[in-house]
């Protein structure tokens, strides 16, 4: 994160100080590096340079209309799970035959609207969900195209809340059933079978777990060549993990360089990835004030104005980010093991716990590597209203999401 830097003590990010933009757009805050988004999707894209490929950025990670459209503007796909996720790509620009529609419980409606702005490809994860999608398409008389989710029933090694192909997780087709399915689509009018897929969790930090899932999609794609079956693409999902603390998780090259050493003779298949995190992870910050310090027994709490309702990945997963000062405190400052606690009401509302700071009341701090699944999974809990968002380049900023309102809290509401 080389856009995030001290100037004379005080926190930058590019060429804007943290403590202005607090001033002028107020806390809780989520800001965001362009460059790095740009920089991120644009390594990854280069590493399959003279493949046919697809990024499709996985949007449930970040999906402001500003970072879709910077995206869809480098020419990225998208991987959705919802039709609000197709309708956001869409309102930013994006190509839907660049899109693809994972997610385990696809609704009619949804099938419907994905079918009408032709989607490149449904992600099916159930032999259920297949003849959903036969049974819509062809009441619209279109054809579906779609590739099956496999569940290779491999260990991701990361927390079991965000691993996702284990045999006893609710993603995808068992690899065992898969090659009857296939075989049952084939029997279907209105499906065309274009490729196959997995996602195997989040925040992987060594590449064997992608490895180990590959071995078993290229046994079936052979599998299914001999059963007359030829598979168009290979959809190898997101996953890739970042650096929250000390965590050194291979790179998207390194990650497309050995997979690519296993596809030599697949040449004429297309490969896919659905990346969320590594692309915008560590491009993001949630700028937080502090509120009340507190001292009790052995207890030191600094309470902030962001909490589990901004931020919700160390409540729900013990996620540990990242916390810094903006300004960086004199060497004789008094300082703490604190629990950098939110506003609330619940014991889980901790943002950081044991972190040695010298902060006093009204100081700023800063949740680093808060670009992925921040605001995207920031709720109203407690009445508060979602934070600003904020994207800063080289040289400016631009707000990119207004703070919420009061009003906006009981908009629909009806006494
Ligand atoms: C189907 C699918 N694709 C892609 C992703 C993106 O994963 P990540 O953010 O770990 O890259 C997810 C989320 O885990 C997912 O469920
Ligand atoms: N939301 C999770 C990752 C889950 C990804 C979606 N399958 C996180 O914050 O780490």
Redesign the pocket.
Known sequence: MNFLHYQQDKLFVHQQSIADLAKRYGTPLYVYSENYIKKQWTEFNDALKGRKHLICY?I??NSNLAILSTLAQLGSGF?I?SQGELERVLKAGADPKKVVF?GVAKSVSEIERALEVGIKCF?VESEAELLRIQDVAKRLNKIAPISLRINPDVDAKTHPY?S?GLRENKFGISYQLARQVYQRATTLSHIAIMGIDC?I???LTELSPFLDAADRILALVDELKSDGIIIKHIDF????GVCYDDEVPPTSADLVAALLKKLDNYQDIEILF?????IVANAGLLVTKVEYIKHQDDNHFAIVDAGMNDLIRPALYEAWMRIIPETQPSADAPNYAYNVVGPICESSDFLGKGRQLAVQQDDLLVVCSAG?YGFSMASNYNSHPRPAEVMVDDTDHRLIRQRESFDMLWQGEIV
């Open positions: 996985a449930k990670a991987d799970v994972s992600n965000i996702t996602h969790g989040s925040q999902g997101g996953g890739l659905e990346p969320g995190r590594s992925a």
